[in-house]
């Protein structure tokens, strides 16, 4: 061996250089920010900050925003770029009513075909769901809130309604951050009950109880709604004069 193929030898190998993410990984990234809530609503998504956080141009960058776009995850505005959407109340309503009608059909089709381990999957869900609610991390708490009913989707083998499903679970998250209860002990309540409900939901689940497992699906999803708060913020300066008044 010559010298310079000895030297070659010894030389470590060169580190391939890291593959770009394709577009579905870029989308998978951003939802999974503001399922997570590390993205709230209102925040800006600037081009050239999320073209260099995955290492593409700008122009791989943008259909992934038009996507989200398309979903109202994203609000893409001529000359201001896009933004974490921020939903209405009437959105809010719509979102819940949509998932009303679509998840008692899910969980019946994921009865059918669902097998231990996709039980022990919702469990373990529930489980590490109680253990974020215990050290107070709630964001990772609503997180897991929304794989507990995405899990029950992939299972359902419905492609379909699965996809709108991931849709609704992200604006979900968005009408969360928005209108949950400003009270770390309200939101901690919150989780608390949807902890319960869901080990309530998949006790009818082993039962292959459909009808039961469908009703309590639709009152879990409208306890969650009810407990928006969907008052507008006053729209008048407040008297000062009479808050400051002295009490008699």
Do not use: N, W
Request: hydrophobic share 45%; proline share 7%; charged share 30%.
């Amino acid at each position: 061996m010559t010298d310079g193929a000895a030297t070659r030898a010894l030389r470590p190998p060169r580190p391939r250089p890291a593959a770009l993410p394709s577009e579905g990984d870029m989308y998978d990234r951003l939802v999974s920010a503001i399922l997570d809530h590390r993205l709230p609503p209102g925040t800006k998504l600037v081009e050239d900050k999320l073209a260099a956080a995955f290492g593409v141009s700008r122009t791989r960058v943008r259909p992934v925003l038009v996507r989200l776009a398309s979903e109202q995850v994203v609000t893409l505005t001529p000359h201001r770029g896009a933004v974490i959407a921020e939903p209405t109340v009437q959105e809010a309503r719509e979102v819940f009513e949509a998932r009303r009608l679509i998840e008692p059909r899910l969980v019946a089709l994921f009865i059918a075909v669902a097998g231990e381990a996709d039980m022990a999957r919702l469990r373990v869900c529930i489980e590490d769901e109680e253990a974020a609610r215990a050290a107070g991390d709630m964001r990772r708490a609503i997180r897991l809130s929304g794989d507990f009913h995405l899990h029950i989707a992939q299972a359902a083998r419905h492609a379909t309604l699965g996809r709108i499903l991931r849709e609704l679970v992200s604006r979900t998250s968005l009408v969360l951050m928005t209108y949950s209860p400003s009270h770390a002990r309200a939101r901690a309540d919150a989780t608390a009950c949807g902890c319960r409900e869901h080990r309530a939901l998949l006790d009818a689940i082993r039962l292959r109880d459909a009808p039961e497992a469908g009703r309590r699906m639709i009152d879990h999803l409208q306890r969650l709604e009810a407990q928006l708060e969907v008052a507008p913020p006053p729209s008048d300066a407040p008297d000062l004069a009479s808050l400051l008044r002295p009490v008699a």
